[in-house]
């Protein structure tokens, strides 16, 4: 089973400041990572696939990057709906694993 | 408008069996696989299992093989888990999510499952 590693655990910015989430595997998982949103009470939403592919309707501030084993979501300037929690996700094996995920909080 | 929407969680007793359901509307249902994932009160995602579009190949994560079981009718564009030997730390609430390659890019609201006695 691939293991992926989110840091930090919790991200304090102020709106308007850049946030960098970081998801690493235990062994290379090509650019099959995905990226999700989660607010309090909701389903997760997907905003990144493919590693830098951004979803049906996201934002243009969020990008992701990374292949192999590294990868990072950025928001590059935080509105106050993004404050959530992230959780990247990898497709390349079964089973499929997610990370333990990244709080963004407002500082 | 693509929808997920599931259904028959509910309080089991330890050791007993439930099945919950997802009834999706908007899509065509038969072309996608589909993946359940779970989330217990205060933690992360978890997948939990999937199914091809036709039904013949499925998934599990280790900590259900054996016990749980997914299924679907397309004719219904209905998915289930059939879900046995039910324990404590199945406590959860399970979401089903449309499998577009690579992502789940629809998500149900979820359906709560509280094992207990």
């Known amino acids: 089973e691939i293991v992926l590693t989110q840091s930090p655990a919790t991200l304090s910015l102020s709106p308007g400041e850049r946030a960098t989430l970081s998801c690493r595997a235990s062994?290379?998982?090509?650019?099959?990572v995905a990226w999700y949103q989660q607010k309090p009470g909701q389903a997760p939403r997907l905003v990144i696939y493919?590693?830098?592919n951004r979803a049906t309707g996201i934002p243009a501030r969020f990008s992701g990057s990374g292949s192999g084993t590294d990868f990072t979501l950025t928001i590059s300037s935080l509105e106050p709906e993004d404050f959530a929690v992230y959780y990247c996700?990898?497709?390349?094996?079964?089973?499929?694993?997610f990370g333990g995920g990244t709080k963004v909080e407002i500082k | 408008e693509m929808q997920l929407l599931e259904s028959g969680g509910g309080l089991v007793p330890p050791g007993g069996s439930l099945t919950i359901s997802c009834a999706a509307s908007?899509?065509?249902?038969?072309?996608?696989?589909m993946n359940w994932v779970r989330q217990a009160p205060g933690k992360g995602l978890e997948w939990v299992s999937g199914?091809?579009?036709?039904?013949?190949?499925?998934y599990y994560a280790d900590s259900v093989k054996g016990r749980f079981t997914v299924s679907r009718d397309n004719s219904k564009s209905t998915l289930y888990l059939h879900m046995n030997s039910l324990r404590a730390e199945d406590t959860a609430v399970y979401y089903c999510?449309?499998?577009?390659?690579?992502?789940?890019?629809?998500w149900g609201q979820g359906t709560l499952v509280t094992v207990s006695s």
């Open positions: 999510a449309k499998d577009s390659g690579r992502r789940d890019d629809y």
């Open positions: 908007g899509f065509t249902f038969s072309s996608w696989a």
């Open positions: 199914i091809s579009s036709t039904g013949g190949t499925t």
């Open positions: 062994q290379s998982v090509s650019s099959y």
């Open positions: 493919d590693a830098s």
């Open positions: 996700q990898q497709r390349s094996n079964w089973p499929l694993t």
